[in-house]
């Protein structure tokens, strides 16, 4: 079964400093990657997309990306507490058009 | 990005109802999907679409049905609401079949009692 692991937290940061958030993934043929970002009571709203290995830039958000570890990031500089929420990871699947979702990480930005 | 639109945003609902639940999109894509997701938890897949006329259950097991009937819509039915129907339910479609990156509708709070 192709999975996707992500620690719960909650990752509590302080405000200012690098939050680092983790993903790994079993399935080694998925050739997309993606962070959304999900404020409480609300829907997923998708911040950051890679596709090759290496750090892809947006802002103050970085995703890394190691295909032969399995693993992708995503690193927030200067975070504020309106960064705080549940972070998901998510992976395209290449058998069929469908993302395998982590269970996400809760994020807290503490003043 | 998709504009994608769900209604109605919050349903409260006695047991026995039928309910549909609306999604539409506005950029023509061609696959969508249904989430469910209970507060705190993560999401379950519970039906998708790879165009007009093209219909399948998801990964968890749901009562649900839907349609496509357009491009453009893909509503949820529930026969007869119960309370163990309780939950967000969301809407997703995406623009890039090779990429499959999906954008999110508001979703719909719906709560039976």
């Known amino acids: 079964q192709k999975e996707v692991e992500q620690n719960s937290g909650p990752l509590s940061v302080p405000e200012g400093a690098i939050a680092s958030l983790n993903c790994t993934y079993s399935?080694?043929?998925?050739?997309?990657f993606f962070w959304y970002r999900q404020y409480s009571g609300k829907s997923p709203e998708l911040i950051m997309s890679?596709?090759s290995n290496g750090d892809k830039e947006d802002g103050r958000f970085t995703a890394q990306l190691n295909k032969a570890s399995q693993y992708v990031s995503l690193l927030i500089r200067d975070s504020q507490p309106s960064d705080s929420a549940t972070y998901l990871c998510a992976v395209n699947s290449d058998s069929n058009y469908q993302l395998i979702w982590g269970a996400g990480t809760k994020l807290i930005i503490k003043p | 990005e998709a504009d994608i639109y769900q209604t109605p945003r919050y349903l409260v609902i006695g047991t026995g109802k039928k309910i549909t639940l609306e999604c539409s999109q506005t950029m023509g894509h061609d696959k969508m999907y249904w989430y469910q997701q209970d507060p705190g938890m993560e999401l379950h897949l519970i039906h998708y679409s790879y165009g007009v006329n093209s219909t399948e259950k998801g990964d968890l097991s749901s009562e649900s049905t839907v349609s496509r009937i357009r491009t453009e819509h893909f509503p949820l039915t529930l026969e007869s609401a119960r309370p163990s129907h309780t939950s967000q339910y969301l809407c997703?479609?995406?623009?890039?079949?090779?990429?499959?990156?999906?954008?999110f509708g508001p979703g719909t709070r719906l709560t039976v009692l």
């Open positions: 399935d080694r043929v998925s050739q997309s």
């Open positions: 997703a479609s995406t623009r890039d079949s090779s990429y499959n990156e999906q954008f």
């Open positions: 890679i596709y």
